[in-house]
């Protein structure tokens, strides 16, 4: 069967997650309700978008990068969208290339083909957006009011390696820290970029065999590295899947100094994390929130062909949990939050690093495909939480918290999120943190839909 018939059966091509190829620009755009007058900054979101029609079995996450914005300042907005100009998508044009369910031919040593498409997080350092990739890969610096490319991002000639997707900015010191693995060798690394821009800091870090984690924590003085009991497989490449878990090795969190030195390990029971929520430190402890994968109950629907698997394995399904580390006993302990399943989880970003009260999430649907139908907000402390939802047939992206100026409380700001509906009409919505269940406090009506994507990040002052 060709591949574009194959891909007929592909979830990820179609309806909400359907390609938007066209870049638009648009300003002072129609608002319901009111945008607040001191909300000045952006909200972008990153996610794939393939640039012309795939081929050949065509995964989510091979689709080229395009970043979202919608721009907040004196009560009006304006939006934008542009794809990110990595190197792969500058060399190939709108050519499309093989993904990672085909084998590679032209990378020696290399067992399967990957774009480096730059789709996946966005973080927001040294004034611009930096746009990064699930596999690790070359940030690519991007111009925080255009969206246009300006340069795979070497920090002057200085990156050793690649930078993962969910690297951290620490707001107080402004630096950025990050982490990067390969998929074939036992070794993980991290390492510290200024405020203005300079690498400082690199180090490898050894582990029993590869890896292929996710996220990873930050605290004040410590990064928290995941060694967790799921490698790259080309078995589960052969069969549409793209991870596959070794339940008889135990996770394992690797408490690294900032400044570097070496790793201080914990072992917990078997488990996969995708998202971290925050993490801290309480005196001799390290504390890490994230969100714990649970099985997602459902059973690949021969309805996706070929795809099943893949629409199985990407259907994820969480619980926050915390990770306690004693840096002097070397004892460690994990502890349940809540129940309730979410994932993709936010926090007022202004505390990165430092012990948060409240988290954000985003909610599912029992649909095998990512459908985000409302918002979540935890006490960390208790596990209470609140929730908004989303209007019937409307699916959400994962948030961005706002902060508002000169506020001392935590949760005293907006949630912004994308939404899209079955009708092809997207919006931003921009949700009161402290009024949380209620309506959105302004509806801004954008030019064009946003298929559903990945991940965002709040610019203040953007």
Same mark, same amino acid.
């Given at each position: 069967?060709?591949?574009?018939?194959?891909?007929?059966?592909?979830?990820?091509?179609?309806?909400?997650?359907?390609?938007?190829?066209?870049?638009?620009?648009?300003?002072?755009?129609?608002?319901?309700?009111?945008?607040?007058?001191?909300?000045?900054?952006?909200? !972008?979101?990153?996610?794939?978008?393939?640039?012309?029609?795939? %081929?050949?079995?065509?995964?989510?996450?091979?689709?080229?990068?395009?970043?979202?914005?919608?721009?907040?300042?004196?009560?009006?907005?304006?939006? @934008?969208?542009?794809? *990110?100009?990595?190197?792969?998508?500058?060399?190939?044009?709108?050519?499309?290339?093989?993904?990672?369910?085909?084998?590679? #031919?032209?990378?020696?040593?290399? %067992?399967?083909?990957?774009?480096?498409?730059?789709?996946?997080? $966005? &973080?927001?350092?040294?004034? #611009?957006?930096?746009?990064?990739?699930?596999?690790?890969?070359?940030? &690519?610096?991007?111009?925080?009011?255009? $969206?246009?490319?300006?340069?795979?991002?070497?920090?002057?000639?200085?990156?050793?390696?690649?930078?993962?997707?969910?690297?951290?900015?620490?707001?107080?010191?402004?630096?950025?820290?990050?982490?990067?693995?390969?998929?074939?060798?036992?070794?993980?690394?991290?390492?510290?970029?200024?405020?203005?821009? *300079?690498?400082?800091?690199?180090?490898?870090?050894?582990?029993?065999?590869?890896?292929?984690?996710?996220?990873?924590?930050?605290?004040?003085?410590?990064?928290?590295?995941?060694?967790?009991?799921?490698?790259?497989?080309?078995?589960?490449?052969?069969?549409?899947?793209?991870?596959?878990?070794?339940?008889?090795?135990?996770?394992?969190?690797?408490?690294?100094?900032?400044?570097?030195?070496?790793? %201080?390990?914990?072992?917990?029971?078997?488990?996969?994390?995708?998202?971290?929520?925050?993490?801290?430190?309480?005196?001799?402890?390290?504390?890490?929130?994230?969100?714990?994968? *649970?099985?997602?109950? $459902?059973?690949?629907?021969?309805?996706?062909?070929?795809?099943?698997?893949?629409?199985?394995?990407?259907?994820?399904?969480?619980?926050?949990?915390?990770?306690?580390?004693?840096?002097?006993?070397?004892?460690?302990?994990?502890?349940?939050?809540?129940?309730? *399943?979410?994932?993709?989880?936010?926090?007022?970003?202004?505390?990165?690093?430092?012990?948060? #009260?409240?988290?954000?999430?985003?909610?599912?649907?029992?649909?095998?495909?990512?459908?985000?139908?409302?918002?979540?907000?935890?006490? $960390?402390?208790?596990?209470?939480?609140?929730?908004?939802?989303?209007?019937?047939?409307?699916?959400?992206?994962?948030?961005?918290?706002?902060?508002?100026?000169?506020?001392?409380?935590?949760?005293?700001?907006?949630?912004?999120?994308?939404?899209?509906?079955?009708?092809?009409?997207?919006?931003?919505?921009?949700?009161?943190? @402290?009024? !949380?269940?209620?309506?959105?406090?302004?509806?801004? %009506?954008?030019? +064009?839909?946003?298929?559903?994507?990945?991940?965002?990040?709040?610019? +203040?002052?953007?």
């Amino acid at each position: 069967m060709a591949g574009n018939a194959l891909n007929n059966f592909n979830p990820y091509l179609h309806g909400l997650y359907a390609p938007v190829r066209e870049e638009v620009s648009a300003d002072d755009l129609s608002v319901v309700g009111e945008i607040p007058r001191d909300l000045h900054g952006a909200y !972008f979101r990153n996610g794939p978008n393939p640039a012309s029609p795939p %081929k050949g079995m065509h995964h989510w996450f091979d689709g080229d990068g395009m970043i979202h914005g919608v721009w907040f300042e004196n009560g009006k907005a304006r939006y @934008r969208n542009r794809y *990110v100009g990595t190197q792969d998508l500058r060399a190939n044009g709108a050519a499309d290339m093989p993904g990672i369910f085909e084998p590679s #031919k032209d990378a020696p040593g290399r %067992k399967v083909n990957y774009r480096d498409t730059a789709n996946t997080d $966005l &973080v927001y350092h040294n004034g #611009k957006l930096l746009a990064l990739w699930y596999i690790s890969g070359q940030p &690519v610096a991007v111009d925080a009011q255009t $969206l246009e490319t300006i340069r795979t991002e070497t920090f002057g000639g200085k990156l050793p390696r690649n930078i993962s997707a969910h690297s951290k900015v620490d707001q107080v010191t402004g630096e950025l820290v990050f982490f990067d693995y390969a998929l074939y060798e036992p070794k993980m690394w991290t390492g510290n970029v200024s405020r203005d821009g *300079v690498l400082t800091q690199f180090q490898e870090i050894d582990l029993p065999g590869p890896r292929l984690p996710h996220d990873m924590g930050l605290t004040e003085n410590y990064v928290i590295l995941h060694d967790l009991p799921v490698i790259f497989s080309e078995a589960a490449i052969r069969n549409r899947m793209w991870q596959i878990h070794v339940a008889d090795q135990p996770t394992r969190f690797g408490v690294v100094p900032r400044k570097g030195g070496a790793p %201080k390990w914990f072992e917990f029971p078997t488990c996969y994390i995708y998202h971290v929520i925050n993490a801290w430190e309480e005196g001799d402890e390290v504390v890490m929130a994230a969100c714990k994968m *649970v099985p997602n109950g $459902l059973k690949p629907d021969p309805k996706y062909g070929p795809y099943a698997a893949m629409a199985d394995v990407l259907a994820l399904r969480a619980q926050p949990f915390r990770w306690r580390m004693n840096m002097k006993t070397g004892e460690g302990c994990e502890e349940q939050i809540d129940d309730a *399943v979410s994932e993709f989880p936010v926090v007022n970003t202004d505390m990165t690093g430092r012990k948060t #009260k409240f988290s954000y999430h985003v909610l599912f649907d029992n649909c095998i495909e990512q459908r985000f139908t409302g918002l979540l907000k935890y006490d $960390l402390e208790t596990g209470a939480s609140e929730r908004h939802e989303f209007p019937q047939g409307v699916y959400g992206s994962e948030p961005a918290f706002a902060p508002q100026e000169g506020s001392a409380a935590e949760d005293d700001g907006w949630l912004v999120t994308f939404t899209a509906d079955k009708y092809g009409n997207s919006e931003a919505h921009v949700i009161d943190a @402290r009024n !949380f269940a209620a309506p959105p406090v302004a509806r801004v %009506k954008l030019p +064009q839909r946003v298929p559903a994507g990945f991940h965002g990040v709040w610019a +203040q002052g953007a």
